[in-house]
């Protein structure tokens, strides 16, 4: 991107300390690698860069000017870890890389003073810090953990207060007109409609994680303020006491601080507290004595999940299905290996292969296929007759002869891993 302006990186942050050559050239190299789906001009990462660099003096000067107006945003639905769906809204190429070189110019500014109890989308932390923080106050005896959900949080961030916030600590009007413009970005339907947007910071953009923050912060202050011991993970926030009456004062407390004071809404069907070991946090649960376990509902979504995957009518053939399920389950056991109470993970071992056998036997169709591939997985005699056997999938994943067949090592050196798995982890 030889056209971009270059300009030493200084405080204060400027529209030109954000424009500067080597700030858009690392914003780039960001967008690139996060790559991502179009925006609604329809063109990828790759398609981009061709005509952001052909335009990209008269987008220069229409930025430095004030005339530059983003792009709608691409409505894109997804489903919520928890249940239900989550809107993204995904900006154009050129979008997101303005806005990245804006996040890259911001985050010095606020880290310093951003909370130490704060874990999300921040540089150097991590969800497991935050589950690791909580896991040493309830090892000081603070058990009870108060869940606090906020309803559709980056659909409600009140725009005013927002950028009040953000006008604390950057002067240069034009990037503040910048951002607002961003924020009150139209979010455009699969339909084609445009909606206007009073309200909110749109998940899919590399400046919302960040502008999040920036809103909540002042929570985070006035619960260090109470001398509260709590983690904040984006908009998940659990705050952890020692008794059930202290967990129903604080509650009550918070709510009516942060509904006044944010003007964001607390979903309070979705919010309550109880012992730590009946919720959870990011996933995890927390037990009473300190240890680590996986969630009973991240379990339910892993086991829908698996049979997803194994699907037997899938179009896919047996090296795209072990690629598939490798990438998963690799990731899943990356972000959960974290737990030190594994039993309920391991317990679904065996489960997760007689779901690999199951998809294998209704992949060889019939018989002849079934007795073929028997044959060349080293079954030989009386076991070959169970080709023909008329029990469903389901009870012949079970059959001796199948697992046979498809042993756990035959399984694992083909690359059908459990990860969690000695003779996994070794691969």
């Not at 108060?146 to 600590?169: G, N, P």
């Not at 047996?318 to 899943?332: C, F, K, M, T, V």
């Not at 060349?376 to 169970?386: D, F, T």
Request: hydrophobic share 40%; glycine share 8%.
């Amino acid at each position: 991107m030889t056209a971009m302006r270059e300009t030493v990186n200084k405080e204060p942050v400027t529209l030109e300390s954000v424009l500067a050559k080597e700030n858009l050239n690392a914003a780039w190299s960001q967008v690139k690698a996060n790559d991502g789906a179009a925006g609604v001009d329809g063109r990828d990462v790759e398609r981009s860069l061709p005509r952001i660099r052909q335009d990209w003096p008269r987008i220069e000067a229409a930025l430095l000017a004030g005339r530059y107006q983003p792009a709608a945003v691409r409505a894109v639905t997804i489903p919520k870890a928890n249940g239900g769906e989550r809107t993204l809204g995904i900006p154009t190429v050129l979008d997101r890389l303005i806005q990245q070189a804006i996040h890259q110019q911001f985050s010095p500014v606020w880290e310093p003073d951003f909370s130490e109890h704060s874990h999300g989308f921040r540089p150097g932390r991590s969800a497991h810090d935050a589950v690791r923080a909580a896991q040493e106050y309830i090892k000081a005896g603070k058990s009870w953990v108060i869940d606090l959900d906020l309803k559709s949080f980056f659909d409600q961030v009140d725009h005013d207060r927002l950028m009040s916030r953000v006008a604390s600590k950057v002067r240069d009007k034009r990037l503040l007109r910048l951002i607002g413009d961003y924020l009150r970005a139209p979010m455009q339907t699969p339909d084609g409609r445009q909606e206007k947007r009073t309200r909110g910071t749109p998940q899919g953009g590399p400046l919302s994680p960040l502008l999040a923050n920036i809103y909540l912060d002042p929570l985070d202050k006035q619960l260090e303020a109470r001398g509260l011991s709590f983690v904040r993970y984006a908009d998940d926030i659990a705050i952890f006491v020692s008794s059930e009456r202290s967990a129903e004062r604080v509650k009550a407390s918070v709510i009516a601080w942060i509904e006044k004071h944010l003007k964001v809404e607390v979903n309070r069907d979705k919010s309550g507290s109880g012992p730590s070991d009946q919720s959870g946090l990011l996933g995890f649960r927390l037990y009473a004595d300190g240890r680590i376990g996986v969630a009973p509902k991240t379990i339910t979504r892993l086991k829908a999940k698996v049979r997803e995957l194994w699907e037997a009518r899938q179009s896919l053939t047996s090296e795209q299905l072990r690629d598939q399920w490798q990438r998963y389950i690799r990731g899943w056991w990356h972000y959960f290996q974290l737990a030190d109470w594994r039993r309920e993970v391991e317990n679904l071992t065996g489960w997760i292969r007689r779901h690999m056998r199951k998809c294998f036997w209704l992949r060889w169709h019939h018989p002849r296929g079934r007795l073929n591939a028997l044959k060349r997985l080293g079954v030989r005699g009386r076991a070959l007759g169970n080709a023909y056997c008329a029990k469903g999938a389901w009870a012949m994943a079970l059959h001796p002869s199948l697992q046979q067949a498809l042993k756990n090592a035959t399984l694992q050196r083909h690359g059908f891993i459990i990860p969690w798995t000695p003779t996994s982890a070794r691969l």
